[in-house]
């Protein structure tokens, strides 16, 4: 049967050039450039320790998180750091040794204003999956624990609260995940903040201790892809953290910034290209 062969090489043919016209527009478009600078990372990052900010994360115990509060220590750019979460975390490096840790019942956050107090930055990183916690699970989680935590942390003085939430937001997809992500955006960026930065990362490369079938796949599908374009549908967890950071210690005269995923490897690689230039 030639020609039905023929016919499909040619389906087949139409859809890898589809696969990588789709691909090659998502690596181009975005912007590449760093942001202008008056001065460099390294003068700003000392600028900014100057200030004694202090921050808190949500999600300390997720990858992002975790990651978030490895580098904050590191950098030592905020002089005090809260956690809030559900649970306790045990930290055994003398590292952690000062991190403040606020345990509260999301179900209750009312009555854990005060964990939301004297914060000048905050970081959300937040979340849950509908395969894990269902679907009203998943919107009590990404939707009202984080819009609600948004809320206290304004009153109780945040100046700029950073989001992490996902390519693709939308608050008009017809796909759950991508909608609450969208709607939750929308609603924090109505509370106010002096300074609201949305991060929007792609698949998110690291080795997740918590089995996701999914995820997994979807990441060893994507190692190849990502070794040709970087930032088409993924970003290493490490990028994504370095991004968060940078962006803290940047002026911004934008008061609500959407870096998506090519934004984020920008941000993220600052240094390096710093170094190059
Ligand atoms: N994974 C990806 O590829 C990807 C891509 C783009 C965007 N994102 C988004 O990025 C954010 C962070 O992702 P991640 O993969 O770093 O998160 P993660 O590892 O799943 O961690 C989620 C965090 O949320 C907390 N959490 C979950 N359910 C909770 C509940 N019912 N009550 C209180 N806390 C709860 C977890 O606390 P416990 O440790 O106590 O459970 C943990 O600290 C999420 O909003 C996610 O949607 C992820």
Redesign the pocket.
């Given at each position: 049967m030639p020609g039905v062969r023929g016919s499909g090489y040619w389906i087949g043919g139409s859809i890898l050039v589809l696969i990588v016209a789709i691909t090659l527009h998502q690596e181009l478009s975005g912007p590449s450039e760093l942001p202008r600078m008056a001065k460099d990372l390294q003068t700003l990052r000392e600028d900014f320790r100057q200030l004694n900010k202090s921050c808190f994360i949500?999600?300390?115990?997720?990858?992002?998180?975790k990651e978030l509060l490895k580098q904050i220590l590191q950098s030592r750019l905020f002089s005090k750091v809260t956690i809030v979460?559900?649970?306790k975390l045990d930290f055994e490096d003398e590292a952690y040794k000062d991190v403040n840790q606020e345990v509260v019942d999301?179900e209750k956050l009312d009555e854990y204003s005060s964990a939301f107090q004297g914060h000048d930055v905050g970081f959300c990183?937040?979340?849950?999956?509908k395969a894990k916690?269902g679907e009203a699970?998943f919107i009590?989680?990404?939707h009202d624990?984080v819009l609600k935590s948004a809320q206290l942390a304004k009153a109780g003085g945040c100046q700029h609260f950073n989001l992490?939430?996902?390519?693709g937001a939308n608050k008009g997809s017809s796909f759950l995940?991508l909608r609450v992500?969208g709607e939750v955006e929308a609603e924090v960026e109505e509370l106010g903040f002096e300074r609201f930065t949305i991060f929007?990362?792609?698949?998110?490369m690291?080795d997740?201790k918590?089995s996701r079938p999914s995820?997994w796949f979807?990441r060893k599908m994507l190692s190849p892809i990502s070794y040709l374009f970087p930032t088409a549908y993924s970003v290493p967890?490490t990028t994504l953290v370095r991004a968060m950071l940078n962006s803290a210690v940047l002026q911004s005269d934008k008061r609500v910034e959407l870096l998506e995923n090519k934004a984020i490897h920008t941000l993220g690689k600052m240094e390096e290209q710093e170094q190059k230039s």
């Amino acid at each position: 049967m030639p020609g039905v062969r023929g016919s499909g090489y040619w389906i087949g043919g139409s859809i890898l050039v589809l696969i990588v016209a789709i691909t090659l527009h998502q690596e181009l478009s975005g912007p590449s450039e760093l942001p202008r600078m008056a001065k460099d990372l390294q003068t700003l990052r000392e600028d900014f320790r100057q200030l004694n900010k202090s921050c808190f994360i949500l999600g300390a115990s997720g990858e992002t998180g975790k990651e978030l509060l490895k580098q904050i220590l590191q950098s030592r750019l905020f002089s005090k750091v809260t956690i809030v979460g559900r649970r306790k975390l045990d930290f055994e490096d003398e590292a952690y040794k000062d991190v403040n840790q606020e345990v509260v019942d999301f179900e209750k956050l009312d009555e854990y204003s005060s964990a939301f107090q004297g914060h000048d930055v905050g970081f959300c990183c937040l979340g849950t999956t509908k395969a894990k916690s269902g679907e009203a699970g998943f919107i009590r989680v990404d939707h009202d624990y984080v819009l609600k935590s948004a809320q206290l942390a304004k009153a109780g003085g945040c100046q700029h609260f950073n989001l992490e939430s996902s390519k693709g937001a939308n608050k008009g997809s017809s796909f759950l995940y991508l909608r609450v992500k969208g709607e939750v955006e929308a609603e924090v960026e109505e509370l106010g903040f002096e300074r609201f930065t949305i991060f929007r990362p792609a698949v998110l490369m690291v080795d997740r201790k918590e089995s996701r079938p999914s995820e997994w796949f979807a990441r060893k599908m994507l190692s190849p892809i990502s070794y040709l374009f970087p930032t088409a549908y993924s970003v290493p967890i490490t990028t994504l953290v370095r991004a968060m950071l940078n962006s803290a210690v940047l002026q911004s005269d934008k008061r609500v910034e959407l870096l998506e995923n090519k934004a984020i490897h920008t941000l993220g690689k600052m240094e390096e290209q710093e170094q190059k230039s």
